[in-house]
C-alpha cells in the first residue's frame, strides 16, 4: 500500500481517512483493536547479529588468529596434544566471550525499558498518558514544550508550535509548525503540518493525529537503513583495547625473536616454536577486555537496581571522579508535595491548617479565629487567581486525593478548596479563553477569562517577576492603592526565610483578547496577595548530601526558587560548610549576570545555593566549574536544560517529572527523581573502577610471570619449568575461574570516605605498578625453586613440572583474596564476603585435582601426580610470597599515613 500522503491533505481529510474524531481521538476499543492490527509503536529492533555471527565474531581477535595458526602448525607437525589443547582454549575463550557479550548486552537492553517514554492522548474524549507503544494510527495525540514526539503526526492544532528536527535532519533550529495543508511534493524537512517521531518539542503546544507509527515512520526509515549502532565501548574500553593490541605485538615480536633464538642455539625447532607460542599466549592479557565490559555491565546493573538509569556507558566511569553535584531543588532535594501555609495579603495574613493535597484544613488568624474567605476582597482574589490561572487538576480515586499536574499549582487547588471556593463553578463562571503558560524564563503564568462582557487577566509567578507587572495593590474592600513595594517584600522575605515557596498573584481587567498581551499589562495589574508553601526537604537528602562531603564531593543547590527558601532548605540539607552561610555561599542568577569574567569562576566554586537561576545561566555555571578542573554532575528536568546536561560531565535527568528532551540529553536518568540516588550511583561508580583496577593488578602479574618463565627458560637454555601447554591450562582456568569473580566484588568500606579519583591519573598508581612487578618476579623466582628442588630431590620432570604449575595456582588463588581490596589487608575485608570468589577457588580446585591425579589429564598435559610434602613446599611458599605482598600493603599503608 502507498503512503496517502498526509501533509498534501487538509486536516478534515485527513481525520476522515484515518476514521477518527479531531476532538475526541479514537474510541478505546478501536484504540485496542488497532494496536492489534498495527502492532505496537515501537522501532523494529535491529536485527541481532545472527547467532553464528557473533559466535563468529569472538575469533575476530589478533590473539586468536596467533592461537589458530600455533595450533595449525603444531597439528601439521602432529603435536596433536599441543594442538588440541590450543584449540581448547580457542573455543573455551570463545564461549566465554560470546557469554560474557550477550550478559553485557542483555543488561543494557533491560536499562532502555525502564525509561519509558509516555505520550499525551485523547481517547473517548478523555484525555490520558499512555505508553508511547501504545499509539495506533488516528489516534489524537497532545504535544506541549518538553515533549518527544511518539509518532508521525498530521497536526490539526497548533499554538506556537515549535520542533526541533535534528535528530531526522541534523538542523538544530527549531521549525515553526501550522495545519495548512501543503503540496504533495514537499520534502519532509518542509513538511510543516507534520512532526515526526523522535523530533522534540521545544515551545508551545498542539495537536495531531498519528498517520504511522512503529516502523513506518520516518525514524522507522532512517533505523531501518542505519541499523542500531549501541556500542559497549567507553574511553577507557577503547585505551585498554589499544593497550592490549599493542602489548600483544610486543610479545609477539618477542615470541619470534624467542624463537629466532632457540633455533640458532640449535634446539629442537618445534619445541621452542611451541614455546614461543607459551610465552606469546601466556604473557598477553586476553581475558582484560572482557573483564572490563563484564565489570562495566554489572556496575550498571547495579545501579539500575538503586534505581539510577545509565543511558551512556562512559557514564559509569565518569561517576567516581564527580567532584561537584549541582542539583535541583524542587522534587529533587525536596518532596515537591506542597501545601500552602500562609496566605498573605496587604491588610492580613491568615494561616492554613491541614497538609498534603486532601482539601481538609482551614483559614484562620494569628489568633485561631477562624477567617471566612470573604473577609477581604485581597484574600478572596488571591486565592481566585490561585484556582483560575492554573492547570492542574485536583482528582479523588480510591479515597485519596492527588494532583494532576504541577505540585505548586496543585497546592494553590487545595487550598482555594479549603477556603470554601467552588472550582468547577469558578471554571464554568469565568471561562478561560487564552493562556500565558508558566516557563522558567518567564517566570509567571497569566489567564485571560470572560467575565459576562467583560474579560479579566489573572496571573501569578516569582515574587520579584510580579511586581514587575503589577502597579497597585488590591484593598480590604476591593478598592485599588498605590502599590507598596517595599511591604510586599519583606512580607516575602520573612515568609522565604522560614523554607517556604512564595508565589505572588494579580488582577487586571481588560476589554478584549487583544490586551492580553505582556506589553499590554506589564506594570498594571493589582497585586492581590501573596501564597507561601511548603515543600518539605526529603527524609534521605540530608544524610546523601552528608555522605556527598565526606567523599569530597560538593555540592550545590541550583534553583528557579527564590534565594531565601532556597537558603533556608540548604541549612536544613546541611549545604553550608558550618552550618550557617556565609556572605559569598548564595548567589542570585542577577548576581551571576553582573559577575565579570574574572571573577565569575570563583564566585561560583565559593557559592554552594544559586537562586533564581534560569536555564540559560545553568549552562555558564557548568563551564566556569568546569574551567577550574571539576568533573560536574547536573540534574536538570526542562527543555531549557538539555544544553547544560549535554555540557555537563553526567547530565542527570528525572524520571518522573523530567521532559523528554531533558532524558534525551542526560547521561543518566533517576527513576525516582531523588538526591539520594545521585550520590548512589557515585558510590556505584566508584565501585566499577575499583574492581577495575583490582582486576588488571591481579592478571597482570600471571601474565608477566608466565612469560617471564618461558623466556628465562629459553634465553638460558634450560629445562621448561612448565610446559606451553600447561601455560595455556593456567592461563584458560584462573582467568575464568579467579579473575573473573573479582568483578562481583562488594564495594568495600570507606569507599566514600576518600577523595574522587583524578581522572587524568593512570588506572594503575606508581604503587600498582611495584606491586604488579613484585608479585612477577616472586611467582618467577617461586615456581623455579620449586622446579629445581623437585628435581633435585628425587622428582620426575613431570612431576616437577605439575609441582610448579600447582604452584603458580596457588599463589594465583592466595593473591586473589589479596587483590580484593588495593589497600586494606585481605583479611580485614573478611575471606568469605564473595561468595563467588569462594567458589571459584572450589572450581579451581577440584581442576588442579583433576590435571594433578586423572590419568587422562595426565597424559594430555604431561603431568604427573605428587605426594603431600610437595603440597606442603606449594603451601609454604605460596604463604612466604603472599606475606611479602601482605607487607608491601603493610608498608604502603603506614607510608601514606605518615605522608597525611
Ligand atoms: P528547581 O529549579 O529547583 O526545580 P523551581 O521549581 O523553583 O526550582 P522554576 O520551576 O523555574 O524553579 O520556578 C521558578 C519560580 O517560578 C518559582 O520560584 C515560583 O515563584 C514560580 N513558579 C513556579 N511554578 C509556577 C507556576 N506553575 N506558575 C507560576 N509561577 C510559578
Avoid at 218 to 237: F, K, N
Amino acid at each position: 500500500m502507498t503512503q496517502p500522503a498526509h501533509h498534501g491533505l487538509p486536516a478534515h481529510e485527513v481525520v476522515l481517512l484515518l476514521e477518527t474524531d479531531p476532538h475526541c481521538g479514537l474510541s478505546d476499543g478501536e484504540a485496542h483493536e488497532r494496536l492489534e492490527r498495527f502492532g505496537p509503536n515501537t522501532l523494529p529492533v535491529a536485527a541481532r547479529a545472527s547467532l553464528v555471527r557473533r559466535a563468529l565474531r569472538q575469533f575476530h581477535h589478533p590473539l586468536i588468529y596467533v592461537l589458530l595458526v600455533a595450533g595449525v602448525i603444531t597439528a601439521g607437525l602432529h603435536e596433536f596434544v599441543d594442538s588440541t589443547v590450543i584449540f581448547g582454549v580457542v573455543v573455551v575463550n570463545a564461549v566465554v566471550g560470546f557469554v560474557q557479550e550477550s550478559k553485557a548486552e542483555a543488561a543494557l537492553e533491560g536499562l532502555r525499558s525502564m525509561v519509558r517514554t509516555l505520550a499525551k492522548v485523547v481517547r473517548g474524549g478523555l484525555q490520558r498518558t499512555v505508553p508511547s507503544e501504545d499509539l495506533v494510527p488516528g489516534d489524537l495525540v497532545l504535544l506541549e514544550s518538553g515533549d518527544k514526539v511518539p509518532a508521525d503526526l498530521r497536526l490539526v492544532r497548533t499554538t506556537e508550535l515549535r520542533v526541533n528536527e535534528s535528530a531526522l535532519t541534523g538542523e538544530s533550529a527549531p521549525v515553526h509548525k501550522d495545519v495548512v495543508a501543503l503540496p504533495q511534493t514537499t520534502p519532509v524537512a518542509d513538511r510543516r503540518n507534520m512532526v515526526f517521531s523522535g523530533t522534540l518539542v521545544t515551545a508551545g503546544h498542539g495537536a495531531g493525529i498519528a498517520v504511522s507509527t512503529g516502523g513506518e515512520t520516518e525514524l522507522g526509515e532512517i533505523h531501518r537503513l542505519v541499523g542500531a549502532a549501541e556500542t559497549l565501548s567507553t574511553p577507557l574500553t577503547a585505551k585498554l583495547a589499544w593497550f592490549s593490541k599493542a602489548l600483544t605485538v610486543g610479545i609477539l615480536a618477542l615470541a619470534a625473536v624467542t624463537f629466532a633464538a632457540g633455533v640458532l642455539r640449535r634446539q629442537d625447532a618445534v619445541e621452542t616454536f611451541t614455546a614461543a607460542i607459551a610465552l606469546a599466549v601466556g604473557a598477553i592479557p586476553e581475558g582484560l577486555p572482557a573483564a572490563v565490559t563484564i565489570t562495566l555491565a554489572i556496575g550498571v546493573a547495579r545501579m539500575a537496581k538503586r534505581r539510577a538509569v545509565i543511558r551512556r556507558l562512559p557514564a559509569v566511569e565518569t561517576l567516581g571522579s564527580t567532584t561537584v553535584i549541582c542539583t535541583d531543588k524542587t522534587g529533587t532535594l525536596t518532596e515537591n508535595q506542597m501545601t500552602v501555609q500562609v496566605i498573605w495579603t496587604p491588610d492580613a495574613e491568615v494561616e492554613v491548617t491541614g497538609t498534603g493535597y486532601a482539601p481538609a484544613g482551614a483559614l484562620h488568624g494569628p489568633d485561631g479565629a477562624p477567617i471566612p474567605i470573604k473577609a477581604t476582597a485581597a484574600l478572596r482574589w488571591s486565592l481566585v487567581v490561585g484556582a483560575c490561572c492554573n492547570d492542574a487538576a485536583l482528582t479523588h480515586d480510591d479515597g485519596s486525593w492527588q494532583v494532576v499536574g504541577d505540585p505548586t499549582e496543585g497546592a494553590m487547588l487545595v487550598v482555594a478548596v479549603k477556603a470554601g471556593l467552588n472550582l468547577a463553578q469558578l471554571a464554568e463562571g469565568m471561562p478561560r479563553v487564552a493562556t500565558i503558560p508558566f516557563s522558567s524564563e518567564r517566570q509567571y503564568m497569566a489567564t485571560l477569562h470572560q467575565d459576562g462582557t467583560d474579560y479579566l487577566v489573572l496571573a501569578k509567578g516569582a515574587v520579584e517577576r510580579m511586581l514587575e507587572l503589577c502597579g497597585t495593590q488590591m484593598g480590604a474592600d476591593g478598592e485599588v492603592g498605590p502599590l507598596d513595594r517595599a511591604a510586599v517584600l519583606r512580607a516575602a522575605d520573612s515568609l522565604t526565610a522560614r523554607g517556604l515557596r512564595v508565589l505572588a498573584a494579580g488582577v487586571r481587567g481588560a476589554s478584549g483578547p487583544d490586551e492580553f498581551n505582556e506589553a499590554v499589562f506589564a506594570g498594571s495589574l493589582a497585586f492581590t496577595g501573596l501564597q507561601a508553601m511548603l515543600d518539605p526537604p526529603r527524609a534521605a537528602a540530608a544524610p546523601a548530601v552528608a555522605a556527598c562531603h565526606t567523599a569530597g564531593i560538593a555540592v550545590k543547590m541550583i534553583t528557579g526558587d527564590h534565594a531565601g527558601t532556597a537558603t533556608a532548605i540548604a541549612a536544613q540539607l546541611g549545604l553550608f560548610d558550618h552550618g550557617e552561610p556565609t556572605a559569598d555561599a548564595v548567589l542570585r542568577g542577577t548576581d551571576l549576570a553582573t559577575l565579570g569574567a574574572d571573577d565569575y569562576p570563583d564566585a561560583v566554586r565559593e557559592a554552594k545555593v544559586f537562586a533564581r537561576v534560569t536555564p540559560a545561566q545553568k549552562l555558564r555555571l557548568v563551564q566556569a566549574l568546569q574551567a577550574r578542573g571539576h568533573v560536574v554532575a547536573m540534574t536538570g528536568d526542562g527543555v531549557n536544560d538539555a544544553p547544560a546536561l549535554r555540557q555537563a560531565n553526567i547530565g542527570v535527568a528525572m524520571g518522573r517529572s523530567g521532559t523528554e528532551v531533558a532524558k534525551d540529553a542526560a547521561d543518566m536518568v533517576l527513576t525516582d527523581d531523588d538526591f539520594a540516588t545521585i550520590e548512589a550511583a557515585v558510590e556505584e561508580g566508584r565501585a566499577v573502577f575499583d574492581n577495575l583496577t583490582k582486576f588488571i593488578t591481579w592478571t597482570l602479574p600471571t601474565n608477566i610471570g608466565e612469560g617471564l618463565v618461558i623466556l628465562a627458560a629459553i634465553a638460558v637454555g634450560a629445562e621448561l619449568p612448565i610446559l606451553p601447554t600447561q601455560i595455556l591450562w593456567i592461563n584458560m582456568t584462573t582467568a575464568i575461574a579467579l579473575g573473573l569473580m573479582l568483578a562481583f566484588e562488594p564495594k568495600e568500606a570507606g569507599i566514600m570516605t576518600r577523595p574522587p579519583r583524578d581522572p587524568e591519573h593512570p588506572l594503575l598508581s606508581r604503587g600498582l605498578v611495584t606491586r604488579i612487578l613484585l608479585v612477577s618476579s616472586l611467582l618467577v623466582a617461586a615456581a623455579w625453586w620449586l622446579f629445581e628442588w623437585e628435581l633435585g630431590n628425587g622428582a620426575t620432570v613431570s612431576a616437577a613440572r605439575t609441582a610448579a604449575l600447582n604452584l603458580f595456582v596457588v599463589v594465583e588463588a592466595f593473591y586473589l583474596f589479596s587483590c580484593r581490596s588495593l589497600t586494606r589487608s585481605a583479611l580485614r575485608i573478611g575471606l568469605f564476603s564473595n561468595r563467588w570468589i569462594i567458589l571459584g577457588v572450589t572450581v579451581q580446585a577440584m581442576a588442579q585435582l583433576a590435571i594433578t591425579y586423572l590419568p587422562a589429564m595426565n597424559t594430555v598435559f604431561d603431568t604427573a601426580p605428587i605426594g603431600i610434602p610437595a603440597w606442603a613446599r606449594i603451601f609454604t611458599v605460596a604463604t612466604v610470597v603472599t606475606l611479602v605482598v601482605a607487607l608491601d600493603k603493610l608498608l604502603r599503608r603506614v607510608w601514606l599515613a605518615h605522608r597525611s
